[in-house]
Nanobody, 124 residues
Framework: QVQLVESGGGLVQAGGSLRLSCAASGRTDNNNVMGWFRQAPGKEREFVAAHTWKSGNTRYADSVKGRFTISRDGAKNTVYLQMNSLKPEDTALYYC?????????????????WGQGTQVTVTS
């Protein structure tokens, strides 16, 4: 089992920045893939970014490429999502997810563990 706890969400104006954190505990090891997903009201959950713990490879959704950066702190077992140049359309509940393996899946059904989510609201 892996437990995930997100933090760092909030209210920000368009053009601003936020950094989300996801603290992992339990059965964590170098064979994990960590992902960020988001779900806006009335919409399906969508992929944002993913990161392999061992190699550091990353993958981003086209909508956030160049604005968001996923990274990790191995000593803290924490994954971050740095979000810059935020837009109102980035408003959503952001979830951290984890799976075993090395493939940077963008499908949420491929992830086994989920956090509770942290709300990000971007005002225009």
């Amino acid at each position: 089992q892996v437990q995930l706890v997100e933090s760092g969400g909030g209210l920000v104006q368009a053009g601003g920045s936020l950094r989300l954190s996801c603290a992992a505990s339990g059965r964590t090891d170098n064979n994990n893939v960590m992902g960020w997903f988001r779900q806006a009201p009335g919409k399906e959950r969508e992929f944002v970014a993913a990161h392999t713990w061992k190699s550091g490879n990353t993958r981003y959704a086209d909508s956030v490429k160049g604005r968001f950066t996923i990274s990790r702190d191995g000593a803290k077992n924490t994954v971050y999502l740095q979000m810059n140049s935020l837009k109102p359309e980035d408003t959503a509940l952001y979830y951290c997810a984890a799976r075993y393996g090395t493939i940077l899946h963008s499908l949420d059904e491929r992830y086994d563990y989920w956090g509770q989510g942290t709300q990000v609201t971007v005002t225009s």
